[in-house]
C-alpha cells in the first residue's frame, strides 16, 4: 500500500513525523545513497503519547542500525563463529574454535545472535560442569576450561555482534573460579626429575628432546607446536613467540636456553616452516599424547600434563626465592601478574628468561 505523507502532519524529530493523533508514525531518512521509509502503527497498543513517543525513537535508532550493518540480524551463532574465525585466522583462534565446535555449538549454534541472552550461557555452563567430552572430563569440566570456552571463545564472538550492530548490548559472560590453586609437592626435585626424563628417552630423538624441553621451560603448548624456524636466532640465543601465536595476543622474545639449541641443532630436517611437523602428513603435530606418557611414567609425575610443566617450573623457581615475581611472569610470557607490575614495572622477557634458564640447567 502506497504510503500517504500528508496523513503525517507533525514533526516529532529529525526524520519521524506522526499522524493527527500520534499513533502511527513516519520514519523517513537516507542511508548512504539509499532512501528508507516506514509507517510504523502503534493504534493498537495501550500505550500513553510518551510511550509512543519513546518506541518511535528507539525503532528509528534500530532501523538505522539495520540499514547499516552488512551482517543480517538474523544470522545465528554458528554463522557469525565462521565468520569471526575466518576475519580473526591465528593458531590460538583456531584452537578457540574446535572449542566453540565441541561446547558451544552443539547447544546454542542454531540460534539467532539477537535472541542469546544470559539463560542460554547459563545452559552452556550447567552442560560443561556435568559432562565433559573427555576421560578427564566425563564427570564436568574445569573452571579453567569452562572459562576458555564461555571467555575466550563465546564472549569474543558476542562482542563481535556488537561491534556490527547486530545485538544491542552483550549478555554478562562470567566464569567464578571455584578451583583450588594448584599446590606443587617437592617442586625442584620433580623438575629435575622431568628433565633427566626428557634427556633419557631421547637422548637419540632431537624432535621430542626439544619439544619436551620447551615445555619444560616454560612455553605452552600451542607456542611450541605454532614455533617456526624463523622465530629461532642460533646466533643471539633467542627464540620470538609471534603475537598471532600467543594466547595474550603480544609478541615475546626469549632466551633460548643451551639444552633446547642442541636439541634443534641436531634435528636433520629442511629448517623452513614450523619446527614441530608430523613426518608422515608434513603438517603440525597435534599433543603427543603417548610421548607424554612416557615423559609421566619414567619420572614418576603421574599428575603431570602440559600446563603443569609450567606449574612445576614456577614453584620450583618461587622454592629457591631467588627469582623475583616480575623476572618470573616474564619468563612465562605473562603480560602482568599485579598492579604495581602492571603500572610501574617494565617486564624485560629476553633477559628475565636468560636468567631462569640459567637456573633451571
Known sequence: MAINKKDFIHKVATNIKAN??????????????KRITRVIDYSDKDWTKKQRLEAITIELATLRRRSNNSIPDTITIDALADIYYRLNDSSWNRELKRVFELHISP???????????????????????????????????????????????????MEYAYDNRV???????????????????????????????????????????SLFLFALYGRRLNEILTLEWKDVNFENNTYTVQAHNSKN??????????????????????????????????????????????????????????????HILTSALASKGNVSNVMLSASLGHQDFTTVTKHYATLDHTSSSNEVNSIVG
Open 249 to 310: 595476543k603480544q609478541q615475546y622474545t626469549y632466551s633460548l636456553p643451551h639444552p633446547i639449541k642442541g636439541a634443534l641443532m641436531g634435528l636433520q630436517v629442511s629448517r623452513n616452516g614450523l619446527i614441530f611437523i608430523s613426518f608422515v602428513t608434513g603438517k603440525k603435530i597435534t599433543t603427543p599424547k603417548r610421548q607424554l606418557e612416557r615423559v609421566k611414567e619414567l619420572s614418576g609425575v603421574e599428575e603431570l600434563t602440559f600446563h603443569l610443566f609450567r
Open 167 to 209: 545485538i544491542e548490548y552483550v549478555p554478562k559472560i562470567a566464569v567464578k573460579n571455584t578451583a583450588q590453586k594448584k599446590t606443587i609437592t617437592n617442586p625442584i626435585e620433580k623438575l629435575s626429575r622431568l628433565f633427566n626424563a626428557i634427556n633419557e628417552l631421547y637422548k637419540d630423538d632431537c624432535f621430542y628432546r
Open 20 to 33: 493527527k493523533t500520534y499513533n502511527k508514525f513516519l520514519l523517513d531518512f537516507r542511508n548512504e545513497e
Open 107 to 157: 547447544t546454542i549454534g542454531k540460534k539467532r545472535v539477537v535472541d542469546i541472552k544470559a539463560v542460554h550461557i547459563d545452559t552452556i555452563r550447567t552442560k560443561m560442569k556435568s559432562k565433559g567430552h573427555s576421560k578427564q572430563t566425563k564427570n564436568g569440566c574445569s573452571d579453567r576450561t569452562i572459562k576458555k570456552a564461555l571467555v575466550q571463545c563465546l564472549k569474543p564472538i
